[in-house]
């Protein structure tokens, strides 16, 4: 005789899927924020403009002059695995900073999201999703480009709800994306607004679209974010060896820092967290620095999307170069180049 309490297999509808799945993608505000702000990069927009209330808890809201959706592709916008920038032939080939199709249905599973849309040449429209549920696409007025609304973020999941904290912290932490974000992006014009209490609100992070060649931008972007005097301090380190390519600017062990949070370490775009940057760096200004100190530096390595596997984690804050040995000593030897370059020409102004 079969048992009565048998466990039973059953299918997932797809609310619970996404829900889950959410639980993955969208870890607090923070992370819904990074997401549409790469998004809105991935859609080729030069300014992007977001809005939060209350730690991004009641409101985030990404407006971006980008591409824009058409309005027959807004449902497919909100759906499971649907993307228009991978096919799926090719998961080592990937240029963009999104390519799951998971941000847009969990947060649509989590909040209520509304987008509204318009392809230059094509009508505005919008779509919202609630609790999962889809409503009909609407006509709607809008210049070029895309404004992504999500309210009550974790409505829908009071237990994911407890674990958020202070606005003010939700708010710090979103703040550290953006410049994160906007550190990579220094031709993309980024504001951040607190909108709490309604009306305009009040900026807490701007930074206009830098111009000029790559390093003048970027060392202008570095300037506005991690401050004029480590801009003043900064070495430029410009390195390649077998197919890495590493840019970016090193400060002087003299800007060393007590600890370790001005260390950026960016591939094909990407922010990562990454081991391997702190140990490169310690190496890199071993005879430079004592051991309480810590150099500060924003590095960006750029490479065939081949060489580096960004598909290890849903937040796609890892990733795993095919070569770590190869990575690492090509930030060692260019760190160290340009700081033996600095203390000769310090040396020689001092002769002179
Ligand atoms: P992914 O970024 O992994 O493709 P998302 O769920 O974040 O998945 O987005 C789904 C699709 O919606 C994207 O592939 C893109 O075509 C479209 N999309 C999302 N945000 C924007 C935007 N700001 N501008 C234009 N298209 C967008
Ligand atoms: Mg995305």
């Not at 318009?118 to 009508?123: H, I, N, P, Q």
């Not at 674990?163 to 906007?182: G, H, N, P, W, Y």
């Not at 309604?198 to 390093?215: I, N, Y």
């Amino acid at each position: 005789k079969i048992s009565e309490n048998l466990p039973v297999i059953r299918q997932l509808d797809e609310g619970a899927i996404n829900r889950i799945a959410a639980g993955e993608v969208v870890e607090r505000p923070a992370s819904a924020v990074k997401e549409l702000v790469e998004n809105a990069i991935d859609a080729g927009a030069t300014r992007v403009e977001i809005a939060i209330a209350a730690g991004g808890k009641t409101l985030i809201r990404v407006t971006d002059n980008g591409c824009g959706i058409l309005p027959d592709q807004l449902p497919l916008a909100l759906s499971r695995h649907a993307t228009s920038k991978i096919d799926g032939s090719d998961l080592l080939d990937i240029h963009t900073f999104g390519f799951r199709g998971e941000a847009l249905p969990s947060l649509g599973a989590v909040g209520r999201l509304t987008i509204t849309s318009r392809v230059k040449g094509a009508d505005a429209a919008s779509i919202s999703v609630a609790g999962g549920k889809l409503s009909p696409v609407k006509p709607a007025a809008l210049g070029q480009g895309t404004i992504v609304e999500l309210r009550d973020l974790f409505y829908a999941t009071p237990a994911r709800l407890k674990f958020m904290r202070s606005d003010r912290a939700e708010s710090q932490a979103i703040t550290d994306v953006v410049k994160r974000l906007a550190m990579a992006e220094p031709f993309v014009g980024i504001t951040l607004r607190d909108v709490t209490g309604g009306g305009e609100g009040r900026v807490t992070f701007r930074a206009d679209a830098e111009s000029g060649d790559l390093f003048d931008a970027l060392h202008g972007r570095l300037a506005r974010i991690l401050g004029a005097e480590f801009a003043e301090n900064a070495l430029r380190i410009d390195a390649e060896r077998e197919g890495l390519k590493l840019i970016g600017y090193a400060a002087l062990p003299t800007y060393s820092r007590g600890s370790s949070t001005a260390q950026y370490l960016f591939v094909n775009g990407r922010p990562v967290k990454d081991k391997l940057l702190v140990g490169a760096l310690r190496a890199a200004y071993f005879d430079f620095l004592s051991r309480d100190r810590h150099p500060a530096a924003a590095l960006f390595i750029d490479c065939d999307p081949q060489l580096v596997d960004v598909n290890v984690h849903p937040a796609k804050s890892e990733v795993r170069f095919r070569d770590p040995g190869l990575a690492r000593g090509l930030i060692v030897s260019a760190l160290k180049h340009a700081l033996a370059e600095a203390g000769h020409r310090a040396s020689s102004t001092v002769a002179n």
